[in-house]
């Protein structure tokens, strides 16, 4: 059980910001939320994650509301080669396994 | 930059034949993951393993399944009797610690 609420498939404009929110209502104080992608049928890919501040790093943001019940993954200028499935998780820091729940289809249009 | 390799990344075998899927994590890494992914639907968690042994595992992984490291850097997965309904793209990752977790490119399965 992922936990965690994606819209089933999104668009955005190459070039464009992608904005790809994720609903974890009931995350407790010590989940972290992070965020995966994956590519066609390749090896899901690690993006970004964060506990309470907004982070970045070389591929996203993400902004963790101040509730901590909602976060958004940012890709800045999306590309074609950003189409992939984006999946939002929240894990425990010391965690042992992690489920992956449907995903958000993002699809890259020219 | 170091990452997680899986051999063979497409195997075919008969029904009822054992199948040894592989996979060398990262160097320095502690625990080590098996998932599946039915063509079509989610990645799904099949078993964890730190320590030389099984962390947690889930339903999927029954007694056809075992998962070895054998000597300090491969990390295996067997199924002992193959189905049809094993048919996956299995997915191999490891960690180091309180960190995120990498995975490999995955072994494309196919019972016959």
């Known amino acids: 059980d992922a936990k965690t609420t994606q819209p089933p498939s999104m668009d955005c404009a190459e070039g464009r910001a992608a904005n790809l929110p994720c609903n974890h209502s009931?995350?407790?104080?010590?989940?972290?939320v992070y965020w995966y992608r994956q590519i066609h049928s390749q090896g899901p890919q690690y993006i970004i994650h964060g506990l309470k501040n907004n982070e970045t790093n070389e591929m996203a943001s993400l902004i963790i509301t101040e509730d901590r019940k909602s976060s958004t993954l940012i890709l800045p200028h999306a590309t074609l080669r950003d189409t992939a499935v984006y999946y939002c998780i929240r894990l425990l820091y010391n965690f042992n396994k992690f489920y992956f729940g449907s995903g958000t289809k993002l699809n890259v249009k020219p | 930059e170091p990452e997680v390799t899986q051999t063979p990344s497409h195997q075919v075998t008969q029904m009822g034949q054992e199948v040894i899927l592989r996979c060398v994590p990262i160097?320095?890494?502690?625990?080590f993951y098996w998932y599946r992914q039915i063509l079509g639907q989610k990645v799904e968690f099949l078993v964890s393993?730190?320590?030389?042994?099984?962390?947690?595992k889930s339903e999927i992984f029954d007694d056809q399944f075992s998962v070895e490291r054998p000597d300090g850097s491969n990390f295996t997965l067997k199924i002992r009797s193959t189905k049809l309904e094993d048919s996956a793209m299995y997915f191999c990752?490891?960690?180091?610690?309180?960190?995120?977790?990498?995975f490999g490119q995955g072994t494309r399965l196919t019972v016959v």
């Open positions: 160097s320095n890494h502690l625990y």
């Open positions: 393993f730190y320590n030389n042994e099984i962390s947690e």
């Open positions: 009931t995350i407790s104080g010590n989940e972290y």
């Open positions: 990752a490891s960690k180091q610690g309180k960190t995120e977790a990498f």
